[in-house]
């Protein structure tokens, strides 16, 4: 029969309950979370009591700890007394985890959970273990259950077990929300973000994220061989966290909330007073494990760097090179190619302008499509967008080149299938939109009119929203440069439109010759702009470019799932950019 000892049974332990936890966080928090409050509240309520009990069973006289003078008189004690303050360092932490994700919980809730119930009750329960150690000095290592009487010790066990549990769902997801924020800024890698509230935004849950974070909690737990490396740790976290929020609030209450210079002084001045001693306490035991946030946190800063970086070229290069409408407008309606019957979307990230991709696609290959649209998918942070509201839809230059612009506009929750719905959806809008074009046309006395007039016509009709995003380039053609929202694919038009100033025809005969487009074919023509180092850069930067941030592009999410693009009818066009 094989013996094992009590560290490796609770290893054993802790990594079931990680695997279990990780496991289940694809189902969301949104079913279970009505349980969090309910065990942390018993678990205070429980170490209050218990801490209580004990103070009044052992030694009252522990209560002359809360006088001041005797933090002096321990710290006069000499160099024990201040190293010590990396062990006290962990009776506050973890105490931030519960409540470390705020989607859940409002602020002044928070605040007075705090100061009703966290405070007092980790005060009653410490101040009982220390009456506890007074009367039993050997029973040190493990005073928590020593110091509970049998008939609590297995229920306190359990309650103990589920408030660790709640309070890592509460660092789970505020890892979630941290990558969510990043993702935003264009700071870190595209990774998979999944809602699991309709109700609460904050509530969401990465695939990717969560993988790598169950290998990292078990490399931690099953690598450290004490659990003092876990703590040392854990409160080397915990203080360079405080510090850095510090820090932090200094330009946040000058430029933000414009407090006085006194106030931002003082608030400073009071923290660091508190914070520096533990910090240099801490600093001490790096090599006790405390040097694992901080490989952690230097990884992460790299990554995040090269790939915002990477990323911030990558956009200059496209915001900057964006091809000119009289560039266009020199090609002519064919565009200096043959115009081939089809329909080509054309994705992009910009939502304005014509991409510099499209210019290097027509410069290298002998034909295009008749019609070409350029579609932006943006993701609101709204939990659906009505499909009536979806489409933004925009004419590029005269009617006779056929190009247009389509914004489409989801909310977290919706869904960009891969089927036709997509393309019939957006094809619809086109034909509305050429519609509610000619229809707007009829408010003015002249074919020559400008977008503000179009927009107040468009406002002059109740079933029209149009808003203005013309350019600011003075074009000596008639541009249809508004955008429409489309709202209603009922209404039917058949009135007479100028085409480019030359020749007239009805609407149903451009309708007619979309329709043909999209029934001889729609193919996605998908932009992948690769930045490389130049020749003449540094070893330390094209190693950053040339090979991490390949790299994360590489593994990270492409544009094609992200946009839902179906792969057989998929043109990757590429081009690379020199930094």
């Known amino acids: 029969m094989v013996h094992m000892k009590p560290g490796n049974v609770v290893v054993i332990v802790s990594v079931v309950i990680l ?58 004690r000499g160099k024990t007394s201040w190293v010590s303050l990396g062990g006290i360092m962990l009776s506050i932490t973890g105490t931030e985890a519960l409540f470390a994700d705020l989607s859940y919980f409002p602020v002044q809730a928070i605040q007075i959970a705090f100061t009703v119930v966290v405070f007092p009750c980790l005060l009653l329960q410490y101040t009982g273990q220390a009456a506890y150690i007074a009367q039993n000095r050997n029973s040190v290592v493990h005073a928590f259950y020593y110091s509970l009487p049998d008939s609590v010790r297995w229920p306190s066990f359990i309650v103990a077990t589920a408030a660790a549990v709640v309070a890592s769902q509460a660092t789970i997801s505020m890892t979630y929300s941290i990558i969510k924020q990043a993702l935003a800024l264009g700071c870190f890698p595209r990774v998979r973000i999944i809602h699991t509230s309709k109700k609460y935004l904050g509530q969401i849950y990465s695939p990717d994220i969560n993988w790598i974070l169950l290998i990292f909690c078990i490399a931690v737990t099953a690598g450290f061989k004490k659990q003092s490396q876990i703590a040392n740790a854990y409160g080397t976290a915990v203080i360079m966290v405080m510090l850095v929020t510090t820090f932090l609030m200094v330009p946040i209450m000058l430029l933000v909330w414009r407090s006085h210079w006194s106030l931002v002084i003082l608030f400073t001045a009071l923290s660091l007073v508190v914070e520096i001693p533990y910090f240099s306490a801490v600093v001490r035991k790096i090599d006790q494990g405390g040097w694992v946030p901080l490989v952690f946190a230097g990884a992460f800063l790299i990554i995040m760097y090269v790939w915002h970086y990477g990323t911030l070229k990558r956009y200059e290069f496209e915001m900057h090179s964006k091809v000119s409408m009289a560039w266009i407008l020199g090609l002519g309606p064919s565009l200096g190619l043959v115009r081939v019957p089809g329909m080509g979307l054309v994705y992009t990230e910009l939502a304005s302008g014509v991409p510099h991709i499209f210019s290097h696609f027509i410069t290298n290959l002998p034909a295009i499509h008749s019609t070409l649209v350029f579609v932006c998918v943006k993701y609101l942070p709204v939990y659906t967008v009505p499909p009536d509201e979806r489409f933004l839809v925009k004419r590029i230059g005269p009617k006779n080149f056929h190009m247009f612009r389509c914004v489409a506009r989801y909310g977290y929750k919706d869904i960009h299938k891969k089927d036709d719905d997509f393309e019939q959806m957006l094809f619809n809008s086109l034909m509305l939109f050429v519609r509610l074009e000619s229809m707007m046309e009829e408010y003015t006395d002249s074919d020559e009119y400008s977008t503000r007039e179009l927009n107040q016509a468009g406002n002059a009709n109740p079933r029209i929203n149009g808003t203005n995003a013309g350019s600011n380039m003075d074009l000596s053609y008639t541009s249809h440069d508004s955008i429409i929202q489309v709202q209603s694919p009922n209404h039917t038009g058949n009135s007479q439109v100028m085409l480019s100033g030359q020749t007239y025809q009805t609407v149903g005969d451009e309708i007619a010759f979309l329709n043909a487009c999209r029934e001889a074919g729609v193919v996605h023509i998908l932009g992948n702009t690769i930045i490389r180092a130049r020749r003449d850069s540094g070893l330390l930067k094209k190693i950053a470019i040339n090979y991490l941030y390949a790299f994360l592009r590489k593994i990270c999410r492409e544009n094609s799932v992200i946009f839902n693009v179906p792969h057989e009818s998929l043109l990757n066009v590429g081009q690379v950019f020199y930094v």
Do not use: C, E
């Open 19 to 76: 695997i279990g936890l990780f496991s289940m966080q694809h189902f969301g928090t949104d079913k279970v979370s009505w349980l969090f409050a309910p065990i942390v509240f018993v678990w205070y309520i429980l170490i209050g009591i218990l801490g209580a009990v004990n103070i009044s069973k052992y030694d009252r006289s522990v209560l002359k700890a809360f006088n001041p003078v005797y933090v002096y008189r321990y710290f006069k």
